[in-house]
């Protein structure tokens, strides 16, 4: 076996995108049960929480998941701390909530999520904002797991070759979300789904997932025909019933003007793309400045929730992709049934344009 | 008939970007010859030079083809010239080439070269950089021409909709070449071109032509099956035997890194996608303060032509899509040819993959 013939032995070859703060492991249990593959984001989960979530999708089926983590080790001490935190001052004033105390801690220690995620042993093991080691890799491979790696750019898939990756999530710039660069700036890793799809086969001898602007079945179908071996739907599933966006983000989704992302690194620390609201918008000429993730993320989290409680989207990260428009409701495994029927339609109506 | 019609019966879906300084009318009569939709590129063409472009094509078919122009209406006597050009003096001093005078034209007159267009009635007129008047649009139409405008984002959809434009040429940020966008600034106006296609289908009731990092059959497969009306190919005929591309240039592609492009203003004075060289580097700190196109692209022009001939590849405009490292050698019908085949086979095989 190998993670190609997997992907392309899958039922339905949609890759649902694990997406902390908004995909849940019941998402992914009703992915998977569908005939997609499932994805379990872990990187807000304690160890215990990434067991269970595992444990949930095992006792709902046989089929295969993934379960994700972000990659990063925080200072323990970070500079600048306090006038970060001053900066968020009149933002914390205006959805009436106190400025919170200095964090002591600023993300789940990585190295037990790594090891929580090896002990559960998905079928597939799934990295972005940074490299693992290749001790890291074998350990997953020993225990059963494919390991994929998210590239924003040729070179980043290629690094993810060298450490014996088994695959290639490519994430091209539409996608929501917070981005995966880790080898340049955001400003030479920003590639459109299409041409990141295309190099990276290209370059790499790795299956290629990809990422990015895919929000119904035409497109799962577009990116098939380009090799990839499936498609990975993140922001098409913010709808879903069994999606934890607040009822504020998906109004947001539901009222979104035309042209509705932008990127900011202002919530978080990390340059991710959402809809384009006051905090990105006057957050923008300062965000530089701003501590690098998750030390931005961490003190920005009381704010948002007080933001969600108050119901002010402005002050709230709305991630979404740049085709959010075409989001629909829908119960997690129907909407992946559904858009593998869209797909066979636009692949049996491209066969009839084709062989004119 | 309608444009839809004309573009789906096609014996080709595929359309050749019409690039100003890189296809040639010669090579528009190829893809046109070979069932494709050739496209002459205007801008840089005096009145005669539209009309003799068009017989010519016309003397070797009788298959519909496209013209382009880049609209604008470029000020009389632009404010800040002396700066503009002493700030070029270490670059021209750099190639050994003299500070040209302060030029008394920045590009052909307009509105002599729309009516050229016009009296030369294509089956199909395109227009990038800014939107024309609805009376032109008409007046195009009432000559038997589809008219195609650009647009970057689906509001610049929605405004040639607006004028009544026949169909919409989405320039997804992948493309090479100059960008597009009239209604709002560069960094609201990259859209992946898979997320564009969606947006742009789902939000005008036109056919969309799909650009921007379409490399090969496979990518053409993709966006029909995204339900574009045809695929717009320009980087992908940069190596072309019928491209006017310099031999610099051409090396440039042939030896490019992995994710080798950039968006630069400084070559033009509007924001282009090309291989990042030093020029592009070293100016990219001020090019906020540069002349807008086409002043700024006028008083690089011999700039250009002296590091062409001294083979400076920093110093030149190499315009190039996300995806240049899949161009290949060949004459232009033999390549629209090879490209049909691979979409055909790309089809038969998602047929198969979606059969299962």
Not at 102 to 115: C, G, L, T, V, Y
Not at 320 to 343: C, I, M, P, S
Request: proline share 6%; hydrophobic share 45%; with cysteine.
């Amino acid at each position: 076996m190998s993670l190609r013939k997997l992907l392309e032995s899958l039922p339905i070859p949609i890759v649902q995108a694990p997406m902390a703060g908004a995909s849940s492991p019941e998402m992914a249990l009703a992915v998977s049960r569908a005939g997609g593959l499932g994805g379990v984001a872990c990187a807000a989960f304690a160890p215990d929480e990434i067991a269970r979530s595992a444990a949930l999708v095992r006792e709902g089926t046989d089929a295969p998941f993934s379960m994700n983590l972000l990659v990063n080790s925080p200072p323990a001490e970070p500079p600048g701390l306090d006038a970060a935190l001053e900066r968020l001052r009149p933002w914390y004033q205006a959805v009436g909530a106190p400025l919170p105390e200095r964090p002591n801690r600023f993300s789940h220690d990585f190295n037990a999520q790594f090891e929580a995620v090896l002990a559960a042993r998905p079928a597939v093991a799934s990295f972005a904002f940074d490299l693992i080691s290749r001790e890291r890799v074998e350990a997953l491979q020993a225990a059963g797991c494919y390991v994929v790696g998210t590239a924003n750019t040729v070179a980043e898939a290629k690094a993810w070759a060298q450490v014996g990756a088994d695959g290639i999530s490519a994430q091209g710039m539409e996608g929501g979300g917070h981005r995966g660069n880790f080898l340049k700036g955001i400003d030479e890793s920003l590639v459109g789904t299409l041409a990141l799809l295309a190099t990276v086969r290209h370059a790499v001898d790795l299956p290629v997932i990809a990422a990015g602007g895919i929000m119904d079945g035409r497109a799962v179908a577009a990116v098939l025909a380009m090799g990839a071996s499936a498609a990975q739907m993140g922001t098409a599933f913010l709808l879903a019933e069994q999606a934890i966006t607040s009822r504020i983000w998906q109004e947001a989704i539901l009222e979104a003007p035309d042209d509705p992302t932008g990127l900011t690194r202002a919530f978080s620390g990390r340059y991710a793309r959402g809809l384009e609201n006051r905090f990105m918008r006057e957050m923008r000429p300062v965000e530089d400045e701003l501590p690098a993730y998750p030390v931005q993320n961490r003190l920005t989290q009381p704010l948002r929730a007080a933001a969600e409680k108050a119901g002010d989207k402005e002050l709230l990260s709305l991630w979404a992709g740049q085709a959010v428009k075409l989001a629909e409701r829908g119960e997690a495994g129907d909407l992946v049934r559904r858009w593998w029927d869209e797909a066979k339609a636009a692949a049996a109506e491209l066969a009839r344009r084709t062989s004119g």
